[in-house]
């Protein structure tokens, strides 16, 4: 039974990933009383399992693809060796580097290790000690999900792959969403035969159906192979140890072969112990259940990030987070990114959307291939697509495959967040010259 001894606190934070560690850092500095729970490592998914670690893979697979065509710009290098050993061995450093960094800052918090459990009057339990404030944030995240089919624990989820120091001559990815994309850039930039498996029509289903069609064009001229429309319903292991993924084709059932398969078919929350005794409700799907200020059904504890299942983003959680705390940030206008080769960026409404949702729209295009900058890097494949009111003109989307579209697609935010038009963008801001960001401008003054 937990002490009957209680630690009191201004703020309970239950995990220690972006969307809990950063406000719990933050509360602290400004004199409040936190204590931050965490059972794992500091830094939580993103910095650990997820964001952080992928982005240094895509960083050395960028580099790999620069050096492979160093000589079109002038540059001899001869023959490129990929080593993943060494990229491994680096964004595990990385990995390091950013964790310690997460200790500094918490450092006024009172960071307790452990599984936190919730007890029915609402406090906190870890262990055999009992917390207690007048506002908890759960901040738990999410963990790799796996597809209901036999043969299932066949497969590696991103979680392994990330522990791996050498890689498969051939995988078939199941899923072709953002983890899925990622990891098959990556794996390609090293060598590696991939196929992309994907349930849907098209890959990345939430984004803009035009963009995803593009996106899969220019990364198969890489070597991957892409299978969509495609339902798994089993994986096997054959007698050379390599895996059979079985699936539901158009044409009936067929198979591919592979190495090793990765199972990327999206996350699903991790939820505290005792979240029914405390009155805090969780749908069929494993979520917990939040107002639109991430208040729980319990008084006095919200819920940010994954595991509310809103949107499964860092920066989503970290934005949730402060308005836990009552921030006024808009969050209907997240930008989402796929950091493959090339990269793919979104925000706001798709035409599939605002068709589905009975919005009038247009939409307006411009080419990497009309920009000087892009045409310098050797970059000018990929497009931006921008979707606005035809009436008040009023920016409602932009979506965007190409060189940077992660960094670009931060204009077109901050645009639709203050109802900006494609004219304030086309015409009123003045955009540096040779800069990939002309795209967007170009993209703007399409727009009749």
């Known amino acids: 039974m937990p002490d009957t001894d209680m630690n009191t606190s201004d703020l309970i934070v239950i995990g220690a990933g972006p969307g809990g560690y950063e406000i719990a ?25 997820g964001c952080i670690p992928t982005k240094c893979l895509c960083a050395s697979a960028s580099a790999i693809l620069q050096a492979a065509s160093a000589a079109d710009f002038g540059v001899e290098l001869g023959e490129v060796r990929p080593d993943y050993a060494r990229a491994a061995a680096r ?19 009172n960071v307790v290790r452990g599984e936190a459990r919730f007890l029915p009057d609402g406090t906190v339990a870890v262990g055999d000690e009992v917390y207690s404030a007048p506002k908890v944030l759960i901040a738990t995240g999410s963990k790799p999900a796996t597809l ?28 072709g969403g953002v983890i899925g994309l990622e990891f098959a850039s990556i794996m390609a930039a090293f060598g590696v035969q991939v196929t992309v498996i994907e349930y849907c029509k098209e890959i990345l289903p939430p984004f803009d159906r035009e963009v995803a069609k593009r996106l899969r064009s ?6 991957v192979k892409f299978i969509v429309g495609a339902a798994v319903t089993a994986i096997e292991e054959m007698p050379d140890g390599r895996r059979r993924v079985v699936y ?45 200020t991430m208040q729980t059904t319990r ?38 990114a796929v950091f493959c080769e090339p990269e793919a960026a979104m925000v706001g409404l798709t035409t599939e959307q605002a068709e589905a949702q009975g919005i ?42 190409g060189p940077h579209a992660a960094d670009l697609v931060t204009e077109a935010a901050m645009a639709i ?17 040779p800069t990939l960001s002309e795209v967007v401008k170009s993209a703007a003054r399409q727009a009749r």
């Open 218 to 223: 220019m990364i198969s001229r890489r070597s």
């Open 91 to 109: 964004m595990r450093a990385v990995v390091a580097g950013l964790r310690d960094d997460v200790a500094a800052v918490t450092s006024k918090c």
């Open 417 to 433: 967040a203050t109802d900006s038009t494609v004219d304030t963008i086309g015409t009123t801001v003045v955009h540096g010259h």
């Open 360 to 401: 009038a729209y247009k939409t307006s295009k411009a080419m990497f291939a009309a920009n000087g900058k892009a045409r310098a890097m050797g970059h000018a494949d990929g497009l931006v697509k921008l979707v606005y009111d035809p009436e008040t003109r009023r920016l409602l989307g932009c979506h965007i495959v």
């Open 148 to 175: 209901p089919v036999p043969g299932a624990e066949l497969a590696i989820t991103s979680d392994d792959f990330l522990c791996l120091d050498s890689l498969p001559q051939s995988v078939a990815v199941i899923g």
């Open 25 to 49: 850092a933050r509360q602290a500095a400004e004199g409040r009383a936190v204590t931050l729970i965490e059972r794992a490592d500091l830094g939580g998914t993103c910095l650990n399992r």
């Open 248 to 292: 539901q084709g158009k044409k009936g059932p067929e198979a591919v072969e592979a190495d090793a398969v990765l199972m990327a078919v999206g996350r699903r929350p991790v939820i505290p112990e005792g979240l029914a005794e405390a009155g805090i409700e969780v749908d069929a799907r494993g979520r917990i259940v939040t107002d639109d």
């Open 299 to 336: 008084p006095g504890v919200y819920a940010v990030g994954d595991c509310n299942g809103r949107m499964m983003l860092a920066h989503a959680a970290s934005a949730q987070a402060e308005v836990a705390l009552g921030a006024d940030i808009r969050l209907d206008v997240i930008p989402s």
